[in-house]
């Protein structure tokens, strides 16, 4: 199993950037492939975007393709989810999962962590 912990999180003013990162204890994060998500308040959680384990793809959700990007450090088994032109709808808490590769769900989660964005 892998264990996921993710970076404090932030307040930001509109138009600023924020990475979040997240570090891999007991497995590689290049076994797995890692998904982005968050969960503003009154709502549910939504897809962010994820990286595949073959090939480092990527694919995000129409509402950040173009300001947030997701990277990995194999060197330092963490994820990385860069967030550029931030609006007030960002405001979320921001989680990373590993996805299991036998069910195809995301089986491992990390803690969360509350990104705000300021208008």
């Known amino acids: 199993q892998v264990q996921l912990v993710e970076s404090e999180g932030g307040l930001v003013q509109a138009g600023g950037s924020l990475r979040l990162s997240c570090a891999g204890s007991?497995?590689?994060?290049?076994?797995?492939?890692m998904g982005w998500f968050r969960q503003a308040p009154g709502k549910e959680r939504e897809f962010v975007g994820m990286?595949?384990?073959?090939?480092?793809?990527?694919d995000y959700s129409d509402s950040v393709k173009g300001r947030f990007t997701i990277s990995r450090d194999n060197a330092k088994n963490t994820v990385y989810l860069q967030m550029n032109s931030l609006i007030p709808e960002d405001t979320a808490v921001y989680y990373c999962?590993?996805?299991?590769?036998?069910?195809?769900?995301?089986?491992?989660w990390g803690q969360g962590t509350q990104v705000t964005v300021s208008s």
């Open positions: 999962a590993a996805q299991d590769r036998d069910t195809g769900k995301y089986a491992y």
């Open positions: 007991g497995r590689t994060l290049s076994y797995y492939t």
């Open positions: 990286m595949r384990w073959f090939g480092g793809m990527t």
